[in-house]
Every structure is written in C-alpha cells, then in structure tokens.
C-alpha cells in the first residue's frame, strides 16, 4: 500500500564482472518518489536513474547510460531491489560497473535484510498493463499481458545437456523471489570465454562468481539448483523489468529472450501509455489521491 525505503546506510564490494573493475556500492534511504537512482560518486554525483529511459547498449548484461556516463550490469541488484518491494533508495556507485559479487542476486538480498524496510507516508503506485505489448525476434519473444499481480513465466532453452529447456512460472513476491530465484548464478560456457576475453567482456569472471559450462558438465559444481540457469534467466529478467520505474501489475511471458529483449519490451511498454495505467493497490485512481490523502512527511 505505502512506498518504502530502507532504514539505514548499508554497503557492499567487488569487481565488476565485465570491466574488472573493483567498485564499492552504498545504499542510502531515499524519500518518497525518488525511485532507484544510482549515484557515480567518482563522478561529482552524476545521478542515473534505474529506468528504461537510461538504457544503453545491451548484450551480455545490462548498462544503463545517462549523457555519455555509463553503468553497467544493473540486474541482479536491481532484480533484488524490485522483489523485495523497494521502492526509493539511492545506490552510490564509484566505478563503471555494479559488483558482481557471487554472480547472483543473494548478496544483495543479504544487505536489503541488514538495512531494514521503511514505510513511508506516500501511497505506493503501480504500472498496471491494460493491453498486450510484445516484441517478437524469430524464436525469441517477450510479451507483458494484463493481470492483477506480477508473474513472470520465463522458458530457456540451451543445447546442454545439463540445461536443454527450462520454464520458471512465478508470482514474483519477496518471499518467492528470495526462496526460487535469488541464489541462482549467472553463467557462461567454457568455449565462450576466450571470445568473450577478447571482446572486452568477463574481465571480472571467475570460477567464484559465474558457473562456467564445458561441454560435458559443470567446471565448478555443485549447482544450486538442478535448473539454476532457467531460474538465473527469471533473475535477469526481473531484473530488467524494473527499468520500468514502478512496481508491476502484469503477466510478463518469456520465451527464449534476454537482456536486449527484455529491456525493448521496457521501452515499448514506457513509449506506449495507451498500455498501462498508474493505480495504487487499492484501485483508486491516482489523481483522486491527491484529494483524499493528508501531505506526506516524506
Ligand atoms: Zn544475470
């Protein structure tokens, strides 16, 4: 019902997977419609917000870029982020890149749960799809449909014989977010690393911080899950779908998409308001509230 914001001042640290570059991450409290707003602390305070406006080039993760400052490889602590139900808290960031930490979203999750949740006096708002919006690319294809809660279905399907296809179908809450998807890692095939090396990706990965595939198995078992890259997908993409700035009213259908997909359909959904209206939970259109509602304190 209310907007939320954490309780007090937590940080983190690491390199980033892709740049390699170590960074240190600080989450503060922010008032009521601040949104997701990162900071670039090395850069006077450079603020980016966490939205779809803000996206930049997409390909193995996703970088968000503001008048030429980029950051880079926002979804697992933006996935984090929106399932645990933050609404405003600002991210200090004094590198190019988000650390990557174990590669999965639990570490974020673990700072959220030593910051605490806030409530504040601002009624919390939520996108709510009223018409199906899709982008279809051959095989892969991503669609938001109208529903009264958010649930994401998310279909991979690798040729491995440890992956072959995967389908995740959830309500996304805190509880089911942290209990099916939170711990999964990221992940990438062994055969991919060198090409990846020598495009300027993965200068941060290790054994420590991605599953790496060979073409039998798994170089550094044991996996979390026996479908941890289907559940490592519905992490991304969650993570993703936060770019849209408010919590989601929507069934979000994935079949065989990723960061380029899922944040074009962001970007539709944002450029098209004829597709969605702002309410709060308990359906009361929003201009109304200015009326009813007493002023915030926040
Ligand atoms: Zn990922």
Redo the contacts with the bound molecule.
């Keep these: 019902m209310f907007q939320t914001t954490i309780q007090r001042e937590v940080s983190t640290e690491g390199i980033g997977l892709h740049t390699g570059v170590f960074g240190h991450a600080r989450f503060l409290p922010a008032p009521a419609d601040t949104g997701i707003v990162f900071r670039r602390t090395d850069l006077d305070n450079f603020l980016i917000e966490a939205s779809g406006r803000n996206v930049a080039r997409v390909s193995y993760?996703t970088s968000l870029m503001k008048q030429g400052v980029l950051l880079s490889?926002t979804?697992?602590l933006l996935a984090a982020i929106y399932s645990w139900g933050l609404d405003n808290v600002f991210i200090d960031i004094d590198a190019i890149e988000v650390p990557i930490l174990d590669?999965s979203a639990e570490p974020f999750l673990q700072l959220l749960d030593r910051a605490g949740i806030r409530k504040l006096r601002r009624r919390r708002r939520y996108l709510k799809v009223t018409k199906p919006v899709e982008v279809i690319e051959s095989d892969r294809r991503i669609g938001i449909y109208p529903a009264d809660e958010f649930r994401v279905q998310c279909y991979v399907d690798f040729p491995h014989p440890l992956v072959g296809p995967q389908q995740i179908e959830m309500v996304v809450e805190p509880g089911s977010f942290r209990e099916l998807l939170a711990r999964a890692r990221?992940f990438c095939f062994e055969r991919d690393v060198e090409p990846l090396r020598s495009m300027g990706l993965i200068r941060g990965g290790s054994l420590d911080n991605a599953i790496v595939l060979t073409d039998k198995g798994v170089l550094n078992g044991p996996l979390r899950f026996p479908d941890e890259f289907g559940r490592?997908?519905a992490?991304?993409l969650i993570?993703d779908l936060a770019l849209v700035g408010l919590p989601l009213l929507g069934r979000v259908e994935a079949h065989k998409a990723g960061h380029a997909l899922h944040t074009q359909l962001v970007s539709r959904v944002l450029g098209d308001p004829s597709s969605w209206t702002i309410t709060t939970a308990d359906d009361h259109p929003v201009e109304a509230l200015a009326f009813a509602e007493a002023p915030a304190a926040d």
């Design positions: 993760a490889t979804e697992h590669g990221t490592h997908k992490l991304d993570g």
